[in-house]
């Protein structure tokens, strides 16, 4: 069983801060795991409450993982174990998925549908037709695989009637820096605000590593420079790729950002604001787009001119 346990972090989180993607691992004999997939230890509500707690957030997202491919109770019991007001899901469904069981699994807080392309449960090809079914309900498509995917995926993704939201920084070669070609077409898509990234998982792709990844925080200062209003950030626990007990440290993922991003406004943004309006906490509000007013500020010391145009989670 992973912990939520550790050192409390650096930075203050302001109000209303929300950690967007972790997963439940509830007890075997009573939510089916699919075969072969990983991982095979638990990681309970409550552990994931006291992770929440310690670094002090008041939202959170909760992923369907692939080891329950598209059986979703357990992230569905997890969303009504904080309710709404706290918590929002996204999830894994069947290809041939109703707009009744779409219907309620909005109902139950559900606002995003995932494409975890490591695993089968759908390939690209799925994704323009998975995108017209979800989109009546305002839901976003959130899209993950890793090294080289990027280019061949955003002229698919930019055609789709929603919203896109990349994890994990997108997961490209990190021996490639801010200069390859995946990056590049990330900052181009972004460009156009219908695409979100999430900070997120940087031991995933980072050769620097802990504490600082500094590496991925020169991906992340490029992506602040392109579109502010469209970055939100998340801690991935229980980090699924390593063992309970030489997991990551969630504060030192969240205190790169005192570093990343440090104007404050940006920052609670992209903790709080953003996130806000993604998952619709804050439905009506404006908030999100209050960094928008820092894009032409900061565009001078944008790495965009320099680029060109632009596991088992």
């Given at each position: 069983?992973?912990?939520?346990?550790?050192?409390?972090?650096?930075?203050?989180?302001?109000?209303?801060?929300?950690?967007?993607?972790?997963?439940?691992?509830?007890?075997?004999?009573?939510?089916?795991?699919?075969?072969?997939?990983?991982?095979?230890?638990?990681?309970?509500?409550?552990a994931y409450e006291t992770m929440l707690d310690r670094l002090g957030i008041e939202r959170c997202v909760i992923v369907q993982p692939s080891l329950?491919?598209?059986?979703?109770?357990?992230?569905?019991?997890?969303?009504?174990?904080?309710?709404?007001?706290?918590?929002?899901?996204?999830?894994?469904?069947?290809?041939?998925?109703?707009?009744?069981?779409?219907?309620?699994?909005?109902?139950?807080?559900?606002?995003?549908?995932?494409?975890?392309?490591?695993?089968?449960?759908?390939?690209?090809?799925?994704?323009?037709?998975?995108?017209?079914?979800?989109?009546?309900?305002?839901?976003?498509?959130?899209?993950?695989?890793?090294?080289?995917?990027?280019?061949?995926?955003?002229?698919?993704?930019?055609?789709?009637?929603?919203?896109?939201?990349?994890?994990?920084?997108?997961?490209?070669?990190?021996?490639?820096?801010?200069?390859?070609?995946?990056?590049?077409?990330?900052?181009?898509?972004?460009?156009?605000?219908?695409?979100?990234?999430?900070?997120?998982?940087?031991?995933?792709?980072?050769?620097?590593?802990?504490?600082?990844?500094?590496?991925?925080?020169?991906?992340?200062r490029a992506l602040i420079s392109v579109r502010p209003d469209r970055l939100v950030w998340a801690?991935?626990?229980?980090?699924?790729?390593?063992?309970?007990?030489?997991?990551?440290?969630?504060?030192?993922?969240?205190?790169?950002?005192?570093?990343?991003?440090?104007?404050?406004?940006?920052?609670?943004?992209?903790?709080?604001?953003?996130?806000?309006?993604?998952?619709?906490?804050?439905?009506?509000?404006?908030?999100?787009?209050?960094?928008?007013?820092?894009?032409?500020?900061?565009?001078?010391?944008?790495?965009?001119?320099?680029?060109?145009?632009?596991?088992?989670?």
């Amino acid at each position: 069983m992973v912990s939520g346990d550790g050192r409390k972090p650096r930075l203050i989180t302001p109000l209303k801060t929300c950690e967007t993607h972790s997963h439940i691992y509830g007890p075997a004999d009573k939510y089916l795991r699919f075969p072969g997939r990983k991982p095979s230890y638990g990681a309970s509500i409550e552990a994931y409450e006291t992770m929440l707690d310690r670094l002090g957030i008041e939202r959170c997202v909760i992923v369907q993982p692939s080891l329950y491919s598209t059986e979703n109770r357990c992230t569905l019991d997890a969303i009504a174990h904080f309710g709404q007001s706290r918590a929002r899901g996204v999830a894994v469904t069947q290809k041939d998925v109703s707009r009744s069981e779409l219907q309620q699994l909005h109902d139950a807080g559900i606002r995003g549908l995932r494409f975890y392309l490591i695993v089968d449960d759908f390939v690209m090809g799925d994704a323009p037709e998975m995108a017209r079914r979800i989109a009546p309900l305002g839901w976003h498509l959130q899209v993950q695989d890793r090294g080289n995917w990027l280019p061949e995926a955003i002229p698919i993704l930019e055609k789709l009637p929603v919203d896109i939201v990349i994890d994990h920084v997108g997961r490209t070669p990190p021996e490639n820096g801010v200069n390859d070609p995946g990056f590049k077409a990330l900052l181009r898509f972004m460009e156009t605000g219908r695409c979100w990234v999430k900070i997120s998982a940087p031991y995933l792709a980072s050769i620097d590593g802990p504490p600082r990844y500094a590496d991925v925080g020169d991906k992340v200062r490029a992506l602040i420079s392109v579109r502010p209003d469209r970055l939100v950030w998340a801690a991935n626990w229980p980090h699924p790729n390593h063992t309970p007990g030489n997991k990551p440290e969630e504060a030192d993922c969240l205190d790169v950002l005192l570093d990343w991003a440090p104007d404050t406004a940006v920052r609670n943004a992209i903790l709080a604001d953003n996130p806000g309006t993604l998952y619709g906490f804050d439905t009506g509000s404006k908030c999100g787009v209050k960094s928008l007013n820092l894009r032409s500020e900061k565009r001078l010391s944008s790495p965009l001119g320099h680029l060109g145009a632009a596991g088992q989670p």
